[in-house]
């Protein structure tokens, strides 16, 4: 029986928006959160909680509960229950299996933060489940299976917001980008640099006994069963408190069993700001030219010929063909950001600054009044974990929705196929296919490992 939104979830929502969260709530006609708490706030759960797990889990606690958590690492899951507890005053549950969360009916949401091969299979059975989902980018480990998310999207009506927050977070820096190409500050544009920066390499990481905190079997998950390598060197800083060198934890990104390096790391949330700006965000490019590039290791076929060093592309220069003759440039040289040239001016952008001549121009000449707004589609969001339950609540997607998530995803996967091919791929954006050329075709999908099949 459909339940009316209650006056505490009203005043919350209000408050929420007072905030400085998005555009104007359109109340359900039915209580859209599983769990009614004295104060009606919705109901989380995090998978997943090194590092961007708790990142994303601490700035969720001014709109949600956390009723959950889960990590194979029991070290970091003790260690997030304490943090949790102390934060919001109640403890919440720890599991290893995250199935257990998707189990419970009083939970609204789940916040996926696992290495890049989870988060599929997860997201799949967390919308299956009847959660709304927030998952860390980048979305996907393969093109197969952002379409397989976009098609259970559809099919369950749950809301997804991906983890790209400079959609709505940096200060608006990126907004004002967006809205800077759409108000024609520089002209027609013709060409857009993504800095992403590179990779180091890593020497030759040895055998070494599994950490007795970690389930190693159930981290590799869905990726092929290996053995556990790691380094005595600790990493510091960011990150730290796990080997430099390994197969695991921090270091996942370096591997193409478990992510795509730079590309889908630093290039998800770059790529996705040009592509935004470009008018792009539902259709991709034609071609994409890998013009320089390091691999750390040699391939054969476009596979690492050893298993015992990082294999992702430590440096890189690629030409991207995007539509109406812009060319996309995307490497690891020169400052982390965006650059935008057209054929009247030209400006950077980055989460620290935003400059250029049209940046200072406007002083003078301003963009017209809700121009930002314009961009976000509404009033911006306090952050992004604000705009998702905003969407949990109008149920509409936020503003990193899937769809565009994989179209600009699909760019830096196809990248990483270019390198380890070592040659230029012709991609239809409309088949969402590489053209007339199968070896790269059967890159666009992996197979899960049996046991860890996607439960449909």
């Known amino acids: ?102 189990d419970r009916k009083d939970i609204d949401a789940v ?54 927050m400079q959609r709505s977070e940096s200060n608006q820096r990126f907004l004002q980008a967006v809205a800077l190409i759409k108000h024609g500050r520089i002209g027609t544009v013709k060409k857009v640099t993504c800095g992403i920066n590179g990779m180091e390499a890593s020497p030759v990481i040895p055998v070494a006994p599994v950490p007795s905190e970690l389930d190693w079997d159930l981290w590799l998950g869905p990726a092929p069963k290996v053995e556990y390598r790691a380094l005595p060197e600790m990493r510091k800083g960011y990150g730290g408190g796990v080997p430099l060198y390994s197969n695991c934890h921090y270091a996942f990104r370096n591997w193409h069993e478990y992510a795509g390096g730079k590309l889908t790391d630093w290039g998800a949330h770059h790529v996705d700001i040009a592509c935004w700006a470009l008018g792009a965000s539902d259709t ?48 690891s040289e020169g400052d982390n950001g965006i650059l935008f040239e057209g054929t009247e001016g030209r400006f950077f ?25 314009e961009v976000y589609g509404g009033k911006v969001s306090a952050n992004h974990t604000a705009n998702f339950i905003e969407a949990m609540e109008s149920r509409k997607q936020p503003i990193s929705d899937v769809w565009s998530h994989n179209r600009m995803l699909e760019i830096c996967h196809l990248s990483n196929i270019a390198m380890r091919l070592g040659r230029d791929l012709n991609w239809d954006p409309n088949k969402r296919e590489i053209v007339g050329d199968p ?18």
Request: a positive charge; glycine letters at 6%; proline letters at 7%.
């Open 1 to 102: 029986m459909s339940t009316p939104l209650t006056p505490n979830r009203r005043r919350f929502l209000q408050g929420v928006a007072a905030a400085g969260t998005a555009t104007a709530l359109f109340p359900s006609p039915r209580n859209v959160f599983a769990n009614e708490s004295p104060n009606s706030r919705p109901v989380f759960a995090t998978i997943g909680l090194r590092n961007q797990g708790w990142a994303i889990t601490s700035k969720s606690f001014k709109f949600a509960d956390f009723a959950a958590l889960a990590d194979v690492d029991s070290n970091v899951l003790g260690a997030n229950v304490e943090k949790v507890q102390k934060n919001q005053g109640k403890k919440p549950d720890s599991y290893k299996d995250y199935r257990k969360i998707l």
């Open 111 to 164: 916040m996926i933060a696992t290495p890049d091969h989870w988060h599929t299979k997860i997201s799949v059975e967390a919308m299956y489940a009847g959660k709304d989902v927030y998952c860390e980018k980048p979305l996907t480990l393969t093109i197969a299976e952002g379409k397989l998310i976009e098609k259970v999207v559809k099919e369950t009506g749950r809301v997804f917001q991906v983890g790209t």
């Open 284 to 331: 991709g490019p034609s071609k994409i030219s890998p013009l320089e590039f390091t691999l750390p290791v040699e391939h054969k076929d476009g596979y690492p010929v050893v298993n015992d060093q990082y294999n992702a592309a430590t440096k890189f220069k690629l030409r991207v063909d995007m539509p109406n003759d812009v060319e996309m440039i995307i490497t």
């Open 349 to 373: 952008v980055n989460r620290g600054k935003i400059v250029g001549k049209p940046v200072e121009d406007l002083k003078d000449n301003p963009l017209p009044d809700g121009a930002i707004e």
């Open 439 to 456: 070896q790269a075709n059967s890159f666009l999908a992996r197979e899960n490992r049996k046991g860890y099949e996607i439960n449909m």
